[in-house]
């Protein structure tokens, strides 16, 4: 029978629908903060295949989701291509920063990324003998737009302003760093689809920063010429993409995209979704990560609204974005009994 998660990504109503979290392999459960102290590190973690593979399975086993997200993070592909990176501990990621034309010479081609990510690679190849028969496993990168906000200011930011200054007043060196992500991420993913991922995500979280024009010509170009590519390339490889905080711009994204799935922040409201979004295919979402905090009535009441508002499409239960290490992982027991029940 085939997997629920892969019925629901081809457009498939269910009765019941699938579910997975983002961050699901996180510091909110005590056998991640085990695995990643062995580590040592956060990008150890992550080149070390036998412990991302365990951090991978880690909540499969605790609470037998529909699908299992390869553990990564999205700036391994910029840590590829020869930028800096390093995390500090409490505060996130730091990367050498590109402020100008000087700033893309050091960094390496598309195809020259596949060394430095082999141990990904094995991760998944890994993942794919040991995860249970009726469970999927999804790759990911992170969008061309966001990834850049990263190697252009050095860090998060809260407004993406350094990206932005750098798209208005050198747009030849930021086209060009968006033209090379682009590429960089079709290597990576298909990399990752032929050692065993079955389903690939598009993580954009910085999407809502763009606006108009913008948005399209960065978010989603982007975005249709990877699911394009990779179509191509994999046919019937279903893709989600996830523009989070795109608003209107949601409305005929995955269509315009290719996009199998439509992956929706918080603020996306469920009964809306199911009017102007679901028209197109699945939608992936999107309940408030801050309940699965506080849990009680309101987490069970608002996952059974998300439920009931999307039941007459195809749709993949999940949160808006991901999970927060304050979660309580008894919640994630309680969201799942309300979702399965009859």
């Known amino acids: 029978m085939t ?38 590190d956060f990008l150890s973690l992550c080149y070390t295949p036998d412990l991302a593979a365990e951090v991978t399975l880690q909540p499969i086993r605790r609470y037998g989701f529909d699908a299992a997200i390869l553990f990564a993070d999205i700036l391994l592909i910029p840590d590829a291509l020869g930028a800096d990176l390093w995390f500090v501990t409490g505060e996130g990621p730091r990367l050498s920063t590109i402020t100008g034309p000087d700033g893309l010479k050091p960094l390496k081609g598309k195809d020259d990324i596949h060394d430095h990510l082999a141990p990904v ?7 794919s003998q040991e995860l249970p028969s009726e469970t999927t496993l999804i790759g990911f990168a992170g969008a061309p737009w966001t990834v850049a906000t ?3 200011a050095g860090r998060g930011t809260p407004d993406q302003a350094p990206a932005h200054k750098l798209r208005q007043e050198d747009p030849a060196t930021f086209d060009a760093l968006i033209n090379l992500l682009t590429d960089a991420t079709i290597e990576y993913l298909s990399k990752q689809v032929e050692a065993g991922a079955e389903v690939v995500k598009i993580f954009d979280s910085w999407a809502g920063s763009l606006k108009g024009e913008t948005f399209d010509r960065y978010a989603l170009e982007p975005a249709k010429k990877i699911t394009q590519k990779m179509k191509q390339r994999f046919p019937g490889l279903p893709v989600i993409a996830f523009p989070r905080e795109a608003g209107d711009k949601y409305i005929g994204f995955a269509k315009a995209v290719g996009a199998d799935c439509l992956a929706l922040d918080t603020s996306v409201d469920a009964t809306w979704a199911a009017q102007h979004l679901q028209k197109d295919g699945c939608v992936q979402g999107n309940l408030d990560p801050k309940l699965m905090i506080t849990g009680g009535d309101a987490l069970r009441q608002e996952a059974r609204r998300i439920v009931d508002a999307l039941k007459n499409g195809p749709h993949i239960f999940n949160l808006g974005h991901g999970i927060t290490p304050e979660a309580d992982p008894e919640n994630v027991h309680v969201l799942l009994e309300e979702i399965r029940r009859a």
């Open 3 to 40: 997997k629920t998660l892969l019925r629901a990504l081809s457009g498939e109503t269910l009765p019941t629908p699938p579910v997975w979290l983002m961050r699901q392999a996180g510091r909110y459960l005590p056998e991640y903060r085990a695995t990643r102290a062995q580590a040592g």
């Open 121 to 127: 690679y094995e991760t998944v190849k890994i993942l």
């Open 150 to 152: 990263y190697m252009i």
